[in-house]
């Protein structure tokens, strides 16, 4: 078949990102950490921009009751700082196209026919470098413990209920490795039987780097040889003995074991060659310390309370006084265009702050409605729940939702909980009645 050259127009519909809206949605999927760090470069580089005082009082106006039926979620809506940032940010999924909603990641990418160059497109979290912010230029490059162990997890539970007890306990692994909780405190937060956690720790306690897990040096030791073969028990009788060890009482230990120095000493070397904290060949995740962004409380009166954290809302204020004085202190263009700049991103800013927050809000509001069950009674009154469903009840876009929910933190009264922990698969009841939560 003959090739020809041919001309070829087709209509479609995208949505172009102005820098302004690429910025609002961004500012949306980064955490409490990383947005305290842009805001702050905002601050040293925008000279309109001053740090607010004072507390923020939208933690308390915020303030949901989820035992009504619609929540209070009506008043949370504010007024768009642009129409096209809320056309963006809170459109219903049937008003943009899916394809559409990517190209904040190719902000001029035509309107009608050509193709899209997707080669320099990110996977979200940062900015560009452009000038932008780039969130992953701020943390470190390196794979940390706790990625390392949800990895493991990933392959080495398949029950979905195990799996989410799985990701509780790994969050409360400290940097040497250890686990620093108490498993009867957890399993009252998750309302399972401490046997069930006692059984997933196990589990844990395989994945690499050996020895990770443990409540304890002695069974930090122990789990390196068994890995290894060599625990025995007079490797028991050393390891519950360890106070005699570091306190350098051999003759002690001699008699407790039965073996003679020289025989003690080489038991002792095997010791030595473990390592005490195997948490230390991994980077540090900084996110081990977790600053909630939205809090829960029971209400008095029935249903749970959702306010923001007002601890980690960042307060900028736009010095429109210094504005006008500069402005009108001089007649060069080029200052006068720089000061309007400047003040238009700062306006830009706050406004965006002001509706990430509410967005952030609204969502976990919608969460925790929908999760009434597990905040009363515990993990396994998790119901089934996607990113749409929760779109669709609060009128958002999903993909609006998914940047929401990462990276953000809920305080509950069972424990501090990822919002991306919520959102869990279906699997058929044994009696043939309503689908559960398979976590």
Request: glycine share 6%; hydrophobic share 40%; net charge negative.
């Amino acid at each position: 078949m003959a090739m020809a050259p041919k001309l070829q127009m087709k209509q479609g519909q995208q949505l172009a990102m102005t820098p302004q809206l690429q910025q609002a949605i961004k500012l949306l999927q980064l955490s409490n950490i990383e947005l305290a760090a842009y805001v702050e470069e905002q601050l040293e580089s925008n000279p309109l921009l001053e740090r607010g005082t004072g507390t923020d009082n939208r933690r308390s106006e915020d303030s949901v009751n989820t035992s009504e039926t619609d929540g209070g979620l009506s008043e949370l809506t504010l007024d768009a700082p642009d129409a096209a940032a809320a056309d963006a940010m809170d459109a219903p999924a049937a008003a943009i196209d899916v394809e559409a909603t990517a190209s904040d990641l190719a902000p001029n990418a035509p309107s009608v026919g050509g193709e899209v160059d997707w080669s320099r497109a990110g996977s979200g979290g940062s900015f560009s470098a452009s000038g932008e912010y780039d969130a992953a230029a701020n943390t470190a490059s390196e794979v940390t413990l706790i990625d390392h162990l949800n990895a493991q997890l990933a392959m080495a539970i398949h029950d979905e209920r195990q799996r989410m007890i799985g990701a509780y306990l790994i969050n409360y692994v400290d940097e040497n490795g250890y686990l620093r909780a108490d498993l009867a405190e957890i399993a009252g937060n998750l309302g399972v039987e401490e046997a069930t956690l006692e059984s997933v720790l196990k589990t844990l306690q395989t994945f690499e780097p050996t020895g990770v897990m443990a409540r304890s040096l002695a069974e930090c030791l122990a789990l390196q040889l068994a890995d290894k073969g060599e625990l025995n028990a007079v490797m028991q009788i050393i390891l519950a003995n360890l106070d005699l060890l570091a306190g350098h009482d051999l003759p002690r230990l001699e008699v407790l074991t039965g073996l003679s120095r020289e025989k003690l000493a080489r038991y002792v070397a095997r010791l030595k060659a473990l390592s005490p904290k195997p948490g230390l060949a991994y980077g540090c995740d900084a996110a081990a310390a977790i600053d909630p962004d939205v809090f829960v409380r029971e209400r008095p009166d029935g249903g749970w309370a959702v306010e923001l954290n007002s601890e980690t809302l960042p307060r900028v204020l736009v010095n429109a006084r210094y504005y006008a004085e500069v402005c009108d202190s001089t007649s060069d263009e080029k200052v006068r265009t720089y000061m309007s700049e400047c003040q238009q991103n700062a306006s830009w800013l706050v406004k965006s702050l002001d509706q990430r927050a509410r967005t952030i809000l609204k969502v976990a509001s919608e969460i925790v409605k929908m999760q009434d069950g597990f905040f009363a009674y515990g993990v396994n009154h998790l119901k089934p729940l996607n990113l749409r469903t929760v779109a669709d009840a609060i009128e958002m876009h999903e993909s609006t939702v998914s940047r929401v929910t990462s990276n953000k933190y809920m305080a509950t009264p069972r424990g501090v909980f990822e919002l991306k922990y919520f959102f869990t698969t279906a699997i058929a009841s044994s009696d043939g009645g309503d689908a559960h939560s398979a976590e």
